[in-house]
């Protein structure tokens, strides 16, 4: 709708909006985005009156925010009150006057720094999901062989309460028991990083306690048209890595509408039930193998395990282990299947009974300590889990890290709007390349 005005008619408000910078800039950003499905809101006959703004409108808003690197909405509000033209091509509802220069009362049509926090929180967590899936998919069209290999990855948000702060004392801020009062929905976690080399070569582990959040993405990585965030889920720090994978996963397949061949991640996710996402379909789970303390059998080729003595163990029975995967009981070979008469000194053939192993029997399982951790297709593989690295160095340049909000709600949907911002940029870039290529390919034709 273009307003009308004593000062500009519609059609000077119509050349204005279409040679103003900023409007054409975010017309052509906006236009990466499915609105379709975003639904308007429904219209009470009992609440006759000005209709509410869209709300896609408000989700349009705070990506710009995200955008203009606007840390509050006092900032988002200031900024669209000094861009009229911005606020029409939004989709924002104008309270119309004529005798203003715009034809319409910009202070009264923007809504308060209040209700964009209140949008900010309440944004239905459905639909910025469902926008999300629409640029995957579009992002599919245009990139081919797209999620082929996915990369999994958590990092921490610091929560923005005064328990973070290095400087202040606060009673109990190692307790986990302790809850902010600045934002009740945080909790206490440590971030590990054992990355760190050294001049000498040696790795320099390092821990952090924080309030906070964690945010899980899944992501994948073309070598032309750069990075793609494919599902992410967010929740309180105090929750392990390892709790992201399934949430993740579901979301993933669910988005690209097929399972990924191979998956990337750290340590962090060694668990058996990661390598079996991959194992019953010919792909591998790229991932280091962690002992978490408990050092693995000795294997033979085939995940046989070895006794002391090197000796291939004899399986006698499978069962269902109270962890909830397959095992293989395997048992001394001296003395099964049958007695030998060669000895060992080993305690435990001493008392008769020999060596004992209940191995993980599943694809996964067998995956996990067999997988060739040096050969090209692991290293591959591995080498594709940079995309979440960016993936997060890109979302903390937008805000991830330190959020100006207080609870877990604004954080969740901050952190979507954030990919969100993300993949568009990579749907703009592999238009353009795409766009690029097609007029290059007509003109050889021709």
Known sequence: MIPYSRTFDQQTLTHMIEHDPVVQRYRAFFASFDWSVVPEPVIDPSQPGQRPHPQAVYIKALLLKLEENLTYCTRLRRFLVEHPLLVLELGFRPVLNVELPYGFDVERTVPTARWF??????????????????????????????????????????????????????????????????????????????????????VKKKKESLFGYGSGIASCTDPVYGDVILAEYTQPFNQGDITYFFPLYVQTVATLGFFPTHLAADAAFDAWYCYQATASRGGIAAIPLNEHGHPESRRDTDGVPLCAKGLRMHPTCQFSHTYGYRAQRFRCPLLFPHTTDAACDHAQFVKGTGCVKDLNWELGGQMRVTL???????????????????????????????????NMDSVRNLNTLIYLLINARALQRARTLNAGLLTTMLGKVA
């Open 117 to 202: 926090t209140h949008q900010q929180r309440t944004l239905s967590r459905g639909v910025l999901q469902t926008v999300l899936l629409r640029t995957v998919e579009d992002l599919r069209d245009e990139i081919a062989g797209l999620g082929e290999v996915v990369s999994f990855d958590v990092t921490h948000i610091y929560a923005w309460v005064r328990e973070n702060n290095p400087r202040v004392y606060v009673q109990g801020p190692f307790d986990v028991t302790h809850i902010p009062k600045g934002d009740p929905d945080c909790r206490l976690g440590v971030k590990k990083s054992s990355n760190q080399e050294q001049a000498d070569g040696t």
């Open 372 to 406: 060739h951790r040096e050969g090209p297709l692991y290293k591959g593989v591995y080498r594709q889990r940079t995309s979440t690295e960016r993936g997060n160095s890109h979302a903390q340049a937008l805000g991830l890290k330190r959020p100006k909000v207080r």
